[in-house]
């Protein structure tokens, strides 16, 4: 007998078709076959060694989380309750240009530095691995072999293989210096990764001109991936970022996947119909693009991100040692307060709209939950003053909020014809933001049953079958005989996210049952052991 029977589900694919009625029969962590009732009528019904009445319960593919900071949370939490139990089966990591491979000794330790506000230095991470493959095994080997919590893909991060081929200087690569990104890109790929990102208000990816970007797209292209950006302007100057990044990859012959893509700040409020008409125009030309959002109006990065690129040159270190000249640190706030640093999206910097997340030092812990000027005020000192004092303190490890959106643009943002989910959440901080552990319920109890902004079939091939479209996963993503089973069976009637930004790591409702390969993750609504999650490579050309 098979291994599962799913009775009485209320099956939506994830094609965005119409709803239907079904049993749905699982064996060796795939779907074996799917009755509808209308044709199980006077029929016997399908058997299994166990049975599960899913009466009043959507029965849907697994989410795709398309923007995931998983590097190392992956590796250090068995449990990752904060992907698992909101339904995600499938995270990509490696975004925003930086992550943990490819590397050497020198690159590694800079990385681990630079990014230590997304995932903490990873004093309890064992760094084995040096290329993409060897990380991509690590997740395989997971826990004691046993594997990891979710399925894992993985982008190369263009900025990483800048810092490991040029350094974290800003200046023209050599040509000897671009062949050798190339060849760094051409082996990630070659051993599992699904494309590449940027993150173009990150150093060192930042201070790549578009002609070499574009020179590690076109290898990109060859292996049938695509090119994740985080480009250079969310603010002032987005939709000229967008149209470069369209632009850019349209010149490369390469997919292009926007991340976090979102027009945000008080220049952009009301302009997402212009970035959606400006993707239209690109699509009816015949781009492949696509997108992802999470569902919330306030972004989340580090604190360090906001300084000016001159001011990052050089890495780490160089940043601290400039933040602590006084002469230099008063020309960082005049870029951050008066010009508008690039960090910060040309934007100059309202220290009311940053709030304190997460600190890499305890006793910097009374800070979180208020914003800067907040802190500043209670300090009787100056915003900047309180910046600086806290960039230093804490080693760059600080992690922000920034409310800096606009609802109507995100409505509007999700409602187009490429849209995914993305959380793009940070799962570090005492306070992070709650898109870490509620994007994909949000999606589904704010956005479909409270608002119906999206029908619930389309809200559904938003989160699964689109990305894995994208992914090119010939497997995953749908509702299908042969398929793997990687499902989410969640009441559509109470579907909530649970986390709040007063509560950020609240689990959701209304999501009793996740499986992954066929396994339950989640289960009545509570986490097993079971570490089914794998690597998820590239699907060869």
Not at 491 to 500: I, N, R, W, Y
């Given at each position: 007998m098979e291994d599962?029977?799913?009775?009485?589900?209320?099956?939506?694919?994830?094609?965005?078709?119409?709803?239907?009625?079904?049993?749905?029969?699982?064996?060796?962590?795939?779907?074996?076959?799917?009755?509808?009732?209308?044709?199980?009528?006077?029929?016997?019904?399908?058997?299994?060694?166990?049975?599960?009445?899913?009466?009043?319960?959507?029965?849907?593919?697994?989410?795709?989380?398309?923007?995931?900071?998983?590097?190392?949370?992956?590796?250090?939490?068995?449990?990752?309750?904060?992907?698992?139990?909101?339904?995600?089966?499938?995270?990509?990591?490696g975004q925003d240009g930086l992550s943990y491979a490819p590397v050497d000794d020198r690159t590694l330790e800079e990385v681990r530095r630079a990014i230590t506000g997304w995932n903490g230095y990873g004093d309890?991470?064992?760094?084995?691995?040096?290329?993409?493959?060897?990380?991509?095994?690590?997740?395989?080997?997971?826990?004691?072999?046993?594997?990891?919590?979710?399925?894992?893909?993985?982008?190369?991060?263009?900025?990483?293989?800048?810092?490991?081929?040029?350094?974290?200087?800003?200046?023209?690569?050599?040509?000897?210096?671009?062949?050798?990104?190339?060849?760094?890109?051409?082996?990630?790929?070659?051993?599992?990764?699904?494309?590449?990102?940027?993150?173009?208000?990150y150093t060192p990816g930042m201070?790549?001109?578009?002609?070499?970007?574009?020179?590690?797209?076109?290898?990109?292209?060859?292996?049938?991936?695509?090119?994740?950006?985080?480009?250079?302007?969310?603010?002032a100057g987005a939709l000229e970022a967008y149209a470069e990044m369209v632009a850019l990859t349209r010149e490369a012959g390469c997919p292009l996947h926007l991340a976090h893509a979102t027009m945000n700040f008080g220049v952009n409020e009301g302009r997402s119909p212009e970035l959606l008409a400006l993707l239209d125009q690109a699509l009816d030309a015949g781009a492949d693009i696509t997108l992802d959002t999470y569902p919330y109006t306030p972004g989340c990065t580090t604190l360090a991100a906001l300084l000016p690129s001159w001011a990052s040159e050089g890495g780490p270190e160089a940043i601290l040692?400039?933040?602590?000249?006084?002469?230099?640190?008063?020309?960082?706030?005049?870029?951050?307060?008066?010009?508008?640093?690039?960090?910060?999206?040309?934007?100059?910097?309202?220290?009311?709209?940053?709030?304190?997340?997460?600190?890499?030092?305890?006793?910097?812990?009374?800070?979180?939950?208020?914003?800067?000027?907040?802190?500043?005020?209670?300090?009787?000192?100056?915003?900047?003053?309180?910046?600086r004092r806290l960039l230093v303190d804490d080693r760059l490890g600080t992690t922000i909020l920034q409310h800096v959106g606009h609802e109507e643009n995100v409505r509007t943002i999700m409602r187009?014809?490429?849209?995914?989910?993305?959380?793009?959440?940070?799962?570090?901080?005492?306070?992070p933001h709650p898109r870490a552990y509620g994007t994909f319920p949000r999606y589904l109890g704010r956005y479909v049953r409270e608002s119906g902004v999206l029908t619930l079939e389309e809200c559904v091939a938003h989160l699964t079958g689109r990305p894995a479209a994208r992914l090119r996963l010939p497997d995953r993503g749908?509702?299908?005989?042969?398929?793997?089973?990687?499902?989410?069976l969640f009441d559509p009637e109470t579907v909530s996210a649970g986390?709040?930004?007063?509560?950020?790591?609240?689990?959701?409702?209304?999501?009793?049952?996740?499986?992954?390969d066929g396994r339950f993750v989640i289960e009545d609504g509570k986490r097993t052991d079971v570490l089914a999650g794998r690597a998820v490579r590239r699907t060869p050309a």
């Amino acid at each position: 007998m098979e291994d599962l029977v799913i009775r009485d589900a209320d099956v939506v694919d994830g094609s965005g078709a119409d709803s239907y009625r079904a049993d749905v029969v699982l064996d060796g962590g795939r779907i074996v076959s799917i009755v509808k009732e209308a044709a199980g009528a006077g029929c016997q019904r399908p058997r299994a060694v166990r049975e599960l009445d899913a009466e009043g319960l959507v029965l849907s593919p697994g989410f795709i989380d398309m923007h995931a900071h998983s590097d190392l949370a992956l590796l250090r939490d068995p449990d990752h309750s904060a992907k698992a139990a909101q339904g995600v089966t499938l995270e990509v990591l490696g975004q925003d240009g930086l992550s943990y491979a490819p590397v050497d000794d020198r690159t590694l330790e800079e990385v681990r530095r630079a990014i230590t506000g997304w995932n903490g230095y990873g004093d309890d991470i064992d760094f084995g691995w040096r290329t993409v493959g060897e990380y991509l095994d690590r997740l395989d080997h997971g826990f004691d072999g046993r594997g990891i919590a979710v399925n894992a893909a993985y982008l190369v991060p263009q900025g990483t293989v800048r810092a490991l081929a040029v350094g974290w200087e800003d200046r023209e690569a050599t040509p000897e210096e671009v062949d050798r990104m190339r060849r760094l890109v051409a082996e990630g790929m070659e051993q599992g990764a699904v494309g590449l990102s940027s993150g173009l208000t990150y150093t060192p990816g930042m201070y790549a001109e578009d002609a070499e970007l574009a020179e590690l797209c076109r290898v990109v292209a060859r292996y049938g991936g695509y090119y994740c950006p985080h480009h250079r302007s969310y603010g002032a100057g987005a939709l000229e970022a967008y149209a470069e990044m369209v632009a850019l990859t349209r010149e490369a012959g390469c997919p292009l996947h926007l991340a976090h893509a979102t027009m945000n700040f008080g220049v952009n409020e009301g302009r997402s119909p212009e970035l959606l008409a400006l993707l239209d125009q690109a699509l009816d030309a015949g781009a492949d693009i696509t997108l992802d959002t999470y569902p919330y109006t306030p972004g989340c990065t580090t604190l360090a991100a906001l300084l000016p690129s001159w001011a990052s040159e050089g890495g780490p270190e160089a940043i601290l040692a400039r933040l602590s000249d006084p002469v230099t640190a008063e020309r960082i706030r005049h870029d951050l307060e008066v010009t508008g640093s690039d960090g910060c999206h040309g934007v100059p910097v309202e220290w009311e709209t940053i709030e304190i997340s997460g600190v890499g030092d305890p006793a910097l812990g009374d800070l979180v939950g208020r914003t800067v000027r907040e802190s500043a005020a209670l300090r009787g000192e100056s915003p900047w003053t309180t910046a600086r004092r806290l960039l230093v303190d804490d080693r760059l490890g600080t992690t922000i909020l920034q409310h800096v959106g606009h609802e109507e643009n995100v409505r509007t943002i999700m409602r187009h014809r490429t849209h995914t989910g993305g959380s793009d959440g940070i799962l570090r901080g005492a306070k992070p933001h709650p898109r870490a552990y509620g994007t994909f319920p949000r999606y589904l109890g704010r956005y479909v049953r409270e608002s119906g902004v999206l029908t619930l079939e389309e809200c559904v091939a938003h989160l699964t079958g689109r990305p894995a479209a994208r992914l090119r996963l010939p497997d995953r993503g749908l509702v299908r005989e042969g398929y793997r089973a990687d499902l989410v069976l969640f009441d559509p009637e109470t579907v909530s996210a649970g986390a709040t930004f007063a509560e950020p790591r609240t689990l959701p409702t209304g999501i009793p049952h996740v499986l992954i390969d066929g396994r339950f993750v989640i289960e009545d609504g509570k986490r097993t052991d079971v570490l089914a999650g794998r690597a998820v490579r590239r699907t060869p050309a």
